[in-house]
């Protein structure tokens, strides 16, 4: 007997709930990490639908001229500078709006507390996302939730708070919106298992042999997807995947082996889901996250947009292989740390992060980043539940091991 899907969003059942929350038609967005690749997708969507979109909070961490130039277009309430040395510069640049200016790591969950926002695109990359996502939650918002770092930390944690706050989380991540998608109708209805398309990023086919010798600059470039930086490396070394098949457990709570990757080079089916009577549904469509990001922004509704439109008589041949877990062992790494629960995702996210953060300074190669994974997962003390300074203190623990296999 498989397990009955229990709707992690109660709210897709009752499909006007969102709606009915937000009580106005103009929702009021506020983007956390909104001179990113998500945050300027967003905003992209936004100025294409002042009639159901304003913005009302943006967030940067260093960009502060795109920052000013994003808060003078669209005139939020508040904007967050994560750098404080650039506070004054920001400030003086939006002296003549009615623009209030925060700075610093704090400020992010100060204005996450704000009622005046009726939805978060978490948009901040990595574990930074997790404390103002969480207040967020707290606050029982709806939440856009881009940043998978934050479900693959503490994802228990996140979701039970979802739960008792009456918060909704609506994925983003291109994956799980399919996924999101192919389940409106479907509560109560068992999950066989769901299967996540990959890529398979810049290096599908590639062996150890060629991958020792990657460049910082050749694995930027994804063939389908164009996207920040620490994603792009995620993508060529299949963390990415690996991070996914956890946000995807907790999403939609499911179990590790209920959880299927399957590279699929065209990126045109963005993920399945398989029911119990071995009905397969797909979502479909070109790549573009502006699409996940639009959907997420005006679920329940389905907003029109002029984005090119999936032509099947350009893709003759759709694809689809195992990946080779053997020379892209970060989805191996990954995978075990999705069946181990605990802290060991936490770690793992913890230790890819300094990883890819040297490798994108060409401190280390590109098949280092795996070992510096490996050995902090072994090197990191287990903890079954742990609570959420338990899990901080992993993050932290994790951090500054993989630091010093690196001597930064
Ligand atoms: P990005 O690097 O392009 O942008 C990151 C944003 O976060 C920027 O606005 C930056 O100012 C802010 N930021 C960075 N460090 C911060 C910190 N320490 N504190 C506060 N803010 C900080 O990243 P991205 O590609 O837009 O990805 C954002 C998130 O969305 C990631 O979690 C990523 O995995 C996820 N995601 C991205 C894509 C995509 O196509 N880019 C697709 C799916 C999921
Ligand atoms: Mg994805």
């Known amino acids: 007997m498989m397990p009955i899907f229990k709707c992690p969003f109660p709210k897709i059942i009752t499909y006007f709930y969102v709606a009915q929350k937000l009580k106005v038609n103009i929702k009021r967005i506020a983007i956390f990490g909104s001179t990113g690749s998500i945050g300027t997708q967003a905003l992209e969507v936004i100025r294409a639908n002042p009639q159901w979109f304003e913005v009302e909070i943006l967030t940067a961490q260093t960009n502060d001229d795109l920052l000013v130039k ?20 920001v400030k003086n640049a939006l002296a003549l ?5 925060f700075s610093g790591e704090a400020a992010l969950e100060e204005v996450a507390d704000f009622d005046t926002y009726d939805m978060m695109l978490a948009g901040i990359v990595g574990f930074a996302g997790l404390k103002p996502t969480l207040k967020a939650v707290q606050k029982g918002k709806v939440i856009g939730l881009a940043n998978k770092e934050t479900l693959v930390v503490a994802g228990d944690i996140v979701m039970q708070q979802a739960a008792e706050n009456n918060a909704t989380i609506i994925p983003v991540d291109s994956e799980h919106s399919a996924i999101f998608q192919c389940l409106v109708g479907e509560y109560k209805n068992p999950i066989e298992k769901i299967i996540l398309t990959a890529s398979g990023g810049p290096f599908l086919g590639k062996k150890p042999n060629f991958l020792v010798n990657v460049k910082r600059d050749h694995a930027l470039q994804h063939p389908n997807w164009s996207m920040g930086a620490k994603i792009s490396i995620d993508s060529a070394t299949l963390m990415n ?23 699929h080079p065209q990126s045109v089916i963005h993920s399945m889901v398989q029911f119990t009577d071995g009905s397969i549904k797909a979502q479909m469509g070109l790549p573009d996250m502006k699409l996940p990001i639009q959907y997420a922004m005006a679920f329940p509704k389905r907003i029109q947009n002029n984005f090119p439109r999936l032509d099947f008589r350009k893709y003759p041949v759709l694809g689809f292989e195992e990946p080779d877990v053997k020379t892209f062992r970060n989805l191996a790494l990954a995978t075990e740390a999705l069946f181990k629960g605990g802290n060991v995702p936490c770690v793992l996210n913890a230790a890819n992060e300094i990883a890819v953060w040297a490798f994108l300074r060409n401190r280390i190669g590109f098949l280092d980043m795996t070992a510096i994974v490996e050995k902090t997962m072994q090197n990191t003390a287990f903890i079954e539940k742990p609570t959420l300074q338990e899990y901080f203190d992993s993050d932290a623990e994790a951090r500054n091991f993989a630091a010093s296999l690196i001597n930064l």
């Open 97 to 101: 709006t009615e623009t209030k200016v």
């Open 241 to 263: 995947k690996g991070l996914e098949m956890i946000e995807a457990k907790w999403l939609f709570d499911l179990k590790p082996e209920q959880v299927q990757v399957v590279i």
């Open 70 to 89: 994003q808060a003078l277009e669209f005139k939020p309430n508040a904007v967050v500078i994560g750098d404080e040395a650039k506070y004054q510069k």
